[in-house]
């Protein structure tokens, strides 16, 4: 044999080695409709930097948060462009965007994430699986280190991280109770200037 036919036939077989690997790890990946598959999957995305990805493995009240926190939002910027005079419509417009312009529940998530540090708390916490235990329609995964993470099945049998649900909850609140005030005070803003511009 010649080197060059060594050198190729090694090559097809760690090529083939790597296959058989790769889809032997795919196989054996557990389904995210387990509380294991579940948290693997998280843990891939933080690792990749990307709590955008994790969204889906999210408890349904979180995600509901993140789209309630981007409409209203939404609906705050858009009456303050409206009707608040400046330097206030500047500011609160500035402050809004982000959650505003977000594409999506995912991409609000990610905002906060980053924001309060969720994404690094993670990054030092996931770890291996020591154990799992569920009871009902919740469970808990253990870390090698020690960490617990509670997750909570959804209706469509997903498993969902619930850490960050109290915490996305109130601030759809607070953004509920912000857009209920900017109405107010748009109101009164356009009957001042109704009142202002009467012969």
């Known amino acids: 044999m010649t080197r060059r036919r060594v050198v190729a036939s090694v090559g097809i077989a760690l090529f083939a080695v790597a296959g058989v690997a790769l889809g032997w790890s795919w196989i ?7 509380p294991e598959g579940a948290y693997l999957r ?9 709590p955008e990805a994790f969204f889906a493995y999210l408890e349904t009240d979180a995600q509901h948060a993140c789209y309630t926190i981007k409409s209203y939002r939404q ?15 500047t500011r609160l417009l500035d402050e809004y965007a982000p959650e505003a ?51 909570r099945r959804r ?28 109405e107010k005070a748009a109101a009164d803003y356009e009957r001042v200037r ?6």
């Open 28 to 34: 054996t990946y557990p389904s995210d409709r387990t």
């Open 42 to 50: 998280v843990m891939s995305a933080v690792n990749r930097g990307k």
């Open 75 to 89: 609906k705050a910027r858009d009456r303050v462009a409206r009707a608040y005079p400046e330097p206030e419509r």
């Open 101 to 151: 312009d977000a594409p999506d529940g995912a991409d609000v998530f990610a905002l906060y994430a980053r924001r309060r540090g969720w994404l690094d708390r993670l990054r030092r916490d996931v770890t291996g699986i020591a154990k799992v235990e569920i009871n009902g329609e919740r469970a808990s995964v253990q870390t090698v280190r020690g960490t617990r993470y509670p997750f």
């Open 155 to 182: 209706d469509n049998g997903i498993w969902g991280l619930t850490l960050f649900t109290a915490t996305l909850v109130s601030e759809a609140e607070k953004a509920a109770r912000d857009t209920e005030m900017i």
């Open 194 to 199: 109704g009142v202002e511009v009467r012969p």
